[in-house]
């Protein structure tokens, strides 16, 4: 079988899963449908949005499908009378069994982690969040339970102490581009030897989830050490961002993104969340252990700023707290 005879049906929806779809159609492989979530309105005149793999599909002329349910019966016709050998998923959604175990070959996902460790919906944000140095991509078999099907490859990625879950998302996004690749090619030969997770894990000391992340997992506690607010911040950034609460002297309250942080170890005696600035460039917040001084900022309602175009429109910062 050669990759032009391969039918392969490609599931995904996000940037993210545009370049695995990108590299697949500009290296020859049949891709002779894709799936992808139905159109949303977005944006304040809540204007119908496309997702960024549909906008693909599109230009490429692939067909395509958009099913609200994927139980729905006209959709799985549909599906079925594709006819494919293979399915690849990248960010879509959970998949029914009648969906996945649909082509003779199976359906393969490709996971932004080393699988076992960081299942479930963030694994990029969680990796940076824990301080790893290390992080990668899987491809694997899909099966019943989430995230837990047999390890087809793997690919390690390194995370720098200047990375934030938006750089490393971008290098697993292309190192998983040609992990797809590598894994269909693999398929095509026959030159699989799938591992099942549950041997991997022996070898793991702490598995750790990677749940997905609502607003308030994003809200700063600043009871916390340097490092791990820091590593907070940049795990969250640039989206969907950490936040606190800035109380002025007055008393009023104003929600805070905070995009970029530096550590600054010293001894002090100030409360947490209390501020040490200069006025004009600085902008530290007592944590454990030292402060962590803020180098970009959103205040609600505003666009994102430098810490110096913020303290000089914000007036008596030295009075203010976070909380």
């Given at each position: 079988?050669?990759?032009?005879?391969?039918?392969?049906?490609?599931?995904?929806?996000?940037?993210?899963?545009?370049?695995?779809?990108?590299?697949?159609?500009?290296?020859?492989?049949?891709?002779?449908?894709?799936?992808?979530?139905?159109?949303?309105?977005?944006?304040?005149?809540?204007?119908?949005?496309?997702?960024?793999?549909?906008?693909?599909?599109?230009?490429?002329?692939?067909?395509?499908?958009?099913?609200?349910?994927?139980?729905?019966?006209?959709?799985?016709?549909?599906?079925?009378?594709?006819?494919?050998?293979?399915?690849?998923?990248?960010?879509?959604?959970?998949?029914?069994?009648?969906?996945?175990?649909?082509?003779?070959?199976?359906?393969?996902?490709?996971?932004?982690?080393?699988?076992?460790?960081?299942?479930?919906?963030?694994?990029?944000?969680?990796?940076?969040?824990?301080?790893?140095?290390?992080?990668?991509?899987?491809t694997f078999f899909l099966t019943h339970e989430?995230?837990?099907?047999?390890?087809?490859?793997?690919?390690?990625?390194?995370?720098?102490?200047?990375?934030?879950?938006g750089t490393v998302h971008d290098a697993l996004?292309?190192?998983?581009?040609?992990?797809?690749?590598?894994?269909?090619?693999?398929?095509?030969?026959?030159?699989?030897?799938?591992?099942?997770?549950?041997?991997?894990?022996?070898?793991?000391?702490?598995?750790?989830?990677?749940?997905?992340?609502?607003?308030?997992?994003?809200?700063?506690?600043?009871?916390?050490?340097?490092?791990?607010?820091?590593?907070?911040?940049?795990?969250?950034?640039?989206?969907?961002?950490?936040?606190?609460?800035?109380?002025?002297?007055?008393?009023?309250?104003?929600?805070?993104?905070?995009?970029?942080?530096?550590?600054?170890?010293?001894?002090?005696?100030?409360?947490?969340?209390?501020?040490?600035?200069?006025?004009?460039?600085?902008?530290?917040?007592?944590?454990?252990?030292?402060?962590?001084?803020?180098?970009?900022?959103?205040?609600?309602?505003?666009?994102?700023?430098?810490?110096?175009?913020?303290?000089?429109?914000?007036?008596?910062?030295?009075?203010?707290?976070?909380?």
């Amino acid at each position: 079988m050669t990759k032009q005879d391969l039918r392969i049906v490609y599931m995904g929806t996000p940037d993210f899963a545009v370049e695995s779809l990108k590299a697949l159609v500009e290296g020859g492989y049949n891709v002779v449908g894709v799936i992808t979530m139905p159109d949303k309105p977005a944006g304040r005149g809540h204007k119908i949005q496309f997702s960024p793999v549909k906008q693909y599909a599109l230009e490429q002329n692939l067909p395509l499908l958009q099913p609200e349910k994927l139980k729905d019966p006209e959709f799985l016709e549909a599906l079925k009378a594709w006819n494919a050998d293979l399915q690849i998923v990248v960010a879509f959604r959970m998949l029914p069994e009648v969906v996945w175990n649909m082509p003779r070959l199976g359906t393969f996902n490709l996971h932004a982690s080393l699988l076992p460790q960081y299942r479930g919906a963030a694994p990029i944000n969680w990796a940076v969040i824990n301080g790893d140095k290390e992080t990668g991509i899987t491809t694997f078999f899909l099966t019943h339970e989430i995230d837990t099907g047999n390890v087809i490859f793997q690919e390690k990625v390194a995370i720098s102490e200047n990375d934030n879950a938006g750089t490393v998302h971008d290098a697993l996004m292309m190192t998983g581009a040609k992990l797809v690749c590598q894994t269909v090619d693999a398929v095509i030969e026959g030159n699989l030897t799938p591992i099942p997770q549950e041997e991997m894990a022996k070898n793991v000391k702490e598995l750790r989830p990677a749940p997905k992340i609502f607003k308030e997992t994003c809200r700063i506690d600043w009871n916390k050490d340097v490092t791990s607010v820091f590593n907070f911040v940049r795990g969250l950034s640039p989206y969907p961002a950490a936040w606190s609460e800035l109380v002025a002297a007055d008393g009023t309250i104003h929600a805070v993104k905070i995009f970029e942080t530096e550590k600054v170890f010293e001894e002090h005696d100030l409360d947490n969340g209390s501020v040490r600035t200069d006025g004009k460039h600085t902008l530290e917040v007592a944590v454990n252990e030292g402060f962590v001084r803020i180098l970009s900022l959103q205040l609600a309602g505003k666009k994102r700023m430098n810490v110096t175009d913020f303290l000089n429109g914000f007036k008596d910062i030295e009075e203010c707290g976070f909380v």
